[in-house]
């Protein structure tokens, strides 16, 4: 198996179109914690794999994050490449893994990646838990960056304005907001929730960031979704925790599955 993470990539893509039996992929996406079970609402199942079939995929290590990668035509005649479930930074396979999935989907076609997260809401005040808010920009505090060397790519409109426009055909309703990227797996310190509202923060989570920049610099437009499934550490004096996350998602389902079926349709 190669060292390069690109190339590994281009061969995972080559694998998964032969055991999919699908040539070339449209979108991308990929189903983070509680939003699993939203898949089910995207498309027709062409077939499933689990993600360690493929070369460089790390196994699932989280309750909630299956691990599988499902080939999915939609109504609208899409071919649609499902993750169910991610890699994170903190599970300690070093940033290539965390990103290998959607390198993966670019090199198997696919031009707008769809990146789905539970968050923790940094703006009580505005948000509910069980909102699903645009991801408008970003902050990466996890310390890592896919890229290396110098590829200077820019992240003016990391998360693409007209895919977030297209969202707002479906739901006009919907709030923006600025994701802020920690490494975990700890949840933050009330103080760090204080310190990411003073920045400029309204999301805060585990994961999103570093597939975004990878989703750039390989050329494909990026659509950031989080879903508030609680209110930020200290922000209402409550403890946190994954099954609460979890709980959340599956409460929200059939919802955010409607609107990426929506939106994935008008793509
Ligand atoms: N912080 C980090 N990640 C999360 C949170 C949170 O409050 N909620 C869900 N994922």
Redesign the pocket.
């Known amino acids: 198996m190669t060292n390069d993470p690109y190339a590994l990539a281009t061969d995972a893509a080559t694998a998964l179109k032969g055991a999919v039996g699908v040539g070339s992929f449209d979108v991308a996406l990929v189903m983070g ?1 509680g939003w699993v079970p939203a898949a089910d609402a995207i498309g027709e199942t062409i077939a499933e794999i689990p993600v360690t079939d493929l070369p460089g995929f790390a196994p699932p290590a989280v309750a909630g994050h299956a691990g599988r990668i499902r080939a999915v035509r939609t109504e609208s005649g899409k071919n649609a490449l499902i993750f169910l479930g991610r890699t994170h930074l903190y599970e300690g396979h070093g940033v290539n893994p965390v990103v290998h999935g959607v390198r993966t989907a670019i090199r198997a076609g696919a031009g707008t990646v769809v990146l789905t ?4 809401g940094l703006r009580p005040e505005t948000q509910e838990v069980g909102e699903a808010v645009l991801i408008s920009d970003h902050i990466n505090l996890t310390g890592a960056n896919p890229i290396t060397g110098a590829t200077f790519v820019d992240l003016t409109d990391v998360y693409t304005p007209r895919l977030r426009d297209l969202v707002r055909e479906v739901e006009p309703s919907m709030a923006e907001g600025v994701y802020v990227a ?1 490494r ?1 797996p700890t ?2 310190t009330p103080a760090e929730v204080r310190m990411c509202r003073i920045l400029g923060g309204d999301m ?3 994961s999103t960031a570093l597939e975004a920049v990878a989703a750039r610099e390989g050329g494909a437009d990026v659509l950031g979704v989080s879903l508030v ?2 209110p ?2 200290g922000l209402v004096g409550e403890p ?1 925790n994954h099954e609460e ?1 979890l709980a959340v998602g599956r409460a929200t389902a059939t919802r955010m599955g409607v609107l990426l079926s929506k939106v994935v349709n008008k793509l």
Not at 117 to 120: H, I, K, P, Q, Y
Request: proline residues 0%.
């Open positions: 914690s997260n539970a968050a923790g920690f975990g949840y933050e805060v989570g585990m499934t609680n930020g550490a946190l996350v």
